[in-house]
């Protein structure tokens, strides 16, 4: 699927603020993984994102996605299969536009022509598709998404984003600005696209727990590296105390220093 | 005098919905407005000059503002030049263009050319009212213009330039190169100011090289009243015909002030700063309604 080989992002090369956010990172993402990744801030866990989705071209090391070498392919060519979506909820949808308008820009990825693909077909589609949220959004189709609340733009992001049916999905932390409640709705979601459309997927989280109880594997980074890589049935055995543990025994230093890791529900 | 008002106001309309198009859709603050408006003028004087028929003429000066819009693109979208200074670069070098497509002469007369208007003036003279038949023709021409661009952006590219304008990561998580939009957003935009230009230099009877100077601003006005008259609204129809109306709107204080302007000592070279007024007192009120009704719902 995803295959990153020796990546390397660096910033500021060759000046006093150099910084190694990303240090030789290999990573293969096979078909139909489900992977949370944790960490501090600074971790590096956004950049592998960004670096994955092609906003950073790597300065050493090469990406493949599908066999292809896609190192400098731009973010745009890249999105065609990879699906992104971002903690604030508001960068996945287009406010000033109805909600059907943000459908018919979203369920189809690549360059749009003049064709007009907006009718009571493709409406009826839709309105089947958005049941699926359970918030009424099917009886708000022509309202404009500036009225809707942030955990219905980050839902409906989801559902676009699912529709297009990418090869990969990002989620980047795609919870954290909501409410609880709506949290809790939108994470819900979440593991039902991805078990209902067997979706390959990558999500970052400052939740411990979720981060064990979500995907079959789970990456701990810090300082730019990848530090631990479990999967499968290890995965499952996990609990907060043994990754705490893990983290302090490869590090010698604790996970204090950051309290929002320690959040556990 | 009630039809010229409206004959300037439509004709620059034009114009207007071409600014519209940068500013408010794609949030691309577009300066090379002030370049193609001239360049659509003098390409359609020198056409005309050169025994082309006018219809053909006015798509020669379309295709000039597109290429310039294009070029304005180019150079922000490759070079990283911020969009404003892009606008103003290639405005600058359209200014010399301009005085070589005339001819190396700042100013060209087309009295005796048989231009579009004067055309339409023949066949329909005797059916209509001779003052109202510029009237007649620029408000089709106008609505033509407006019914199609309502079309364009109800396409899946349409709606995807407004997207863009709004929140361009999205466009960009679509797998669309924002690039390639902003390229014919901006020349769609320039295209129209091109057209606007032409039919502006068929009315005045000249082209001239400073007929650009300052458009920007008016076109900027002419939106901002537009949206200032109307209701909210998101609907493309709506908001073109706010741009078209605010257009007449401006051009109808611009003909009282050029009139009416001597009863307080105002002279021509006044506009300028009228128009730049104008816009600070548009910001200003604007202000102060979204200070008075906070959030609109909707039913």
């Known amino acids: 699927m995803i295959e990153l080989k020796n990546v390397s992002i660096v910033f500021g090369q060759g000046t006093v603020n150099e910084n190694k956010a990303l240090n030789n990172i290999n990573l293969k993402v096979k078909e139909g993984d489900f992977i949370t990744i944790i960490g501090s801030n600074g971790a590096g866990k956004s950049t592998l994102f960004n670096t994955i989705a092609g906003t950073y071209l790597p300065s050493e090391g090469q990406i493949f996605a599908n066999d292809k070498n896609v190192t400098r392919d731009p973010e745009y060519k890249r999105a065609k299969y990879i699906g992104r979506i971002f903690q604030n909820p508001l960068l996945g949808t287009a406010g000033n536009m109805s909600l059907e308008d943000n459908m018919t820009i979203t369920h189809k990825k690549g360059m749009k022509w003049l064709r007009r693909s907006l009718n009571n077909k493709t409406r009826e589609i839709f309105r089947q598709e958005l049941v699926q949220l359970r918030m009424g959004l099917e009886h708000r189709m022509k309202e404009n998404l500036v009225m809707f609340s942030g955990g219905q733009r980050q839902a409906l992001t989801l559902l676009m984003m699912v529709l297009s049916k990418p090869s990969l999905i990002l989620l980047d932390e795609h919870t954290a600005a909501l409410d609880p409640k709506n949290a809790e709705i939108v994470l819900e979601l979440t593991n039902k696209f991805i078990s209902e459309y067997k979706l390959t997927g990558m999500m970052i989280t400052h939740n411990m727990t979720h981060a064990i109880e979500f995907g079959n594997r789970l990456l701990m980074m810090d300082g730019g590296e990848i530090i631990f890589d479990i999967e499968g049935e290890a995965k499952k055995a996990l609990t907060v105390e043994k990754l705490i543990q893990k983290f302090h025994q490869l590090r010698h230093k604790t996970f204090e220093n950051d309290r929002t890791l320690l959040a556990e529900d | ?299």
């Not at chain 2, 032409?198 to 901002?224: E, K, R």
Request: hydrophobic share 55%; glycine share 12%.
């Open chain 2, 1 to 299: 005098m009630i039809e010229g008002i409206f004959v300037e106001g439509l004709i620059y309309g034009i114009m207007v919905l071409g600014v519209f198009i940068s500013f408010r859709i794609l949030d691309f603050p577009d300066l090379t407005v002030d370049g193609s408006f001239p360049l659509g003028a003098a390409l359609m004087v020198q056409c005309l000059l050169s025994g082309m028929n006018g219809w053909v003429a006015l798509l020669v000066a379309f295709a000039g503002g597109v290429l310039a819009g294009v070029v304005t693109a180019l150079i922000h979208n490759h070079l990283r030049v911020p969009n404003l200074l892009a606008g103003i670069l290639t405005m600058t070098m359209l200014y010399s263009i301009n005085i070589r497509i005339l001819g190396n002469r700042a100013n060209v007369p087309i009295l005796d050319q048989p231009t579009i208007l004067k055309q339409v003036t023949e066949k329909f003279t005797g059916i209509i009212p001779d003052e109202y038949i510029l009237l007649v023709f620029f408000l089709v021409v106008a609505l033509v213009v407006k019914v199609l661009l309502d079309l364009f952006f109800r396409t899946d590219l349409g709606m995807t330039l407004g997207a863009m304008g709004n929140n361009e990561q999205m466009v960009i998580s679509q797998g669309v190169n924002p690039k390639t939009l902003k390229t014919i957003g901006v020349g769609l935009s320039n295209g129209l100011v091109a057209i606007s230009g032409a039919f502006a230099a068929q009315y005045l009877g000249f082209a001239d090289v400073g007929l650009g100077q300052g458009i920007i601003v008016s076109g900027l006005a002419s939106v901002m009243i537009g949206e200032f008259l109307m209701l909210k609204s998101n609907r493309i129809g709506v908001l073109t015909f706010c741009a078209l109306a605010g257009s007449i709107c401006f051009y109808a204080v611009m003909y009282v002030g050029r009139f009416y302007g001597y009863v307080i000592h105002m002279t021509p070279s006044d506009l300028n700063l009228i128009k730049g007024v104008l816009i600070i007192v548009l910001l200003i009120m604007t202000q102060a309604k979204k200070l008075k009704v906070p959030f609109k719902v909707a039913k």
